[in-house]
């Protein structure tokens, strides 16, 4: 491995906080390999050994049953997976394949139970990351269960915009029936959905979306701090709108389990 992908994986909060030697040996196993766009990493059922660290590129987390198929995430870098699966030793719930080229690194799953035992700041690492995926999980199920699909688009689109520096106009990070898929929606009703929020002042030219007016579709969207990671537009006297800033990760998936 090269000492700049080294220190791209040590930078990790996972791997920040633990000795040297601790990170040697969980580095000393590793392979760092490139793959190509549509490849299988790992399929939901299999025995995991690895933790997947992604370092380039972009992987899709998927589910599947009784002949139905749902992307649950939309990983980019620096992002780990299937955590949970590795501390537990257990299969995997979920299969893992790149959308496009991509640069990761596997760690060895023994290694890393080995080193939990042994360097108790590591274990609280990794207590801390399985946290923050178990709350994110939580704001997933609220966002699904509590709104419909009109709502969950609009916060979506809220969402996308403020990490694309809120000027209102932005790409849309994945195809549409990605983005259905994500939202919990077929197809065809995110396409009506998209209609629907025309009235809104939202207009989807390709990828491109432009909205005119913010303020009208966060009252449709009523965004909630326990399960968006933005606030809402308020109306100044001016008329124009401002918005208080909350803190959003620097990628919207740090680890999945």
Request: glycine share 8%; proline share 6%; charged share 25%.
């Amino acid at each position: 491995m090269r000492d700049i992908d080294l220190e791209r994986v040590r930078a990790l909060p996972l791997f920040r906080g633990c000795s040297d030697e601790t990170f040697r040996t969980l580095t000393a196993g590793a392979f760092l390999q490139r793959f190509p766009a549509g490849t299988t990493l790992l399929l939901e059922g299999d025995q995991v050994d690895f933790l997947y660290v992604l370092l380039d590129g972009i992987v899709e987390l998927q589910g599947t049953w009784n002949d139905r198929e749902t992307t649950l995430s939309i990983l980019r870098p620096v992002s780990t997976f299937i955590l949970a699966a590795v501390v537990l030793d257990a299969d995997g719930l979920m299969s893992a394949r790149t959308v496009e080229r991509s640069q990761i690194l596997m760690l060895s799953g023994p290694a890393i139970r080995r080193v939990m035992v042994e360097d108790a700041g590591f274990a609280v690492a990794v207590a801390q990351e399985m946290a923050g995926c178990y709350r994110g999980l939580v704001r997933s199920l609220k966002n699904q269960k509590l709104r419909g699909g009109l709502e969950r688009l609009a916060n979506y689109l809220i969402t996308q915009n403020l990490r694309q520096g809120g000027l209102n106009t932005f790409n849309l990070p994945h195809d549409k029936r990605t983005l259905a898929s994500l939202l919990g929606m077929t197809p065809e009703n995110l396409s009506r959905s998209l209609a629907a929020l025309v009235d809104y002042g939202v207009e989807v030219h390709g990828p491109t979306v432009t909205i005119s007016r913010p303020a009208a579709l966060e009252r449709l969207a009523k965004p909630d701090p326990l399960i968006d990671n933005h606030q809402p537009v308020t109306d100044t006297p001016t008329g124009k709108a401002q918005r208080e800033r909350w803190p959003l990760p620097d990628h919207p998936v740090r680890t999945a389990g």
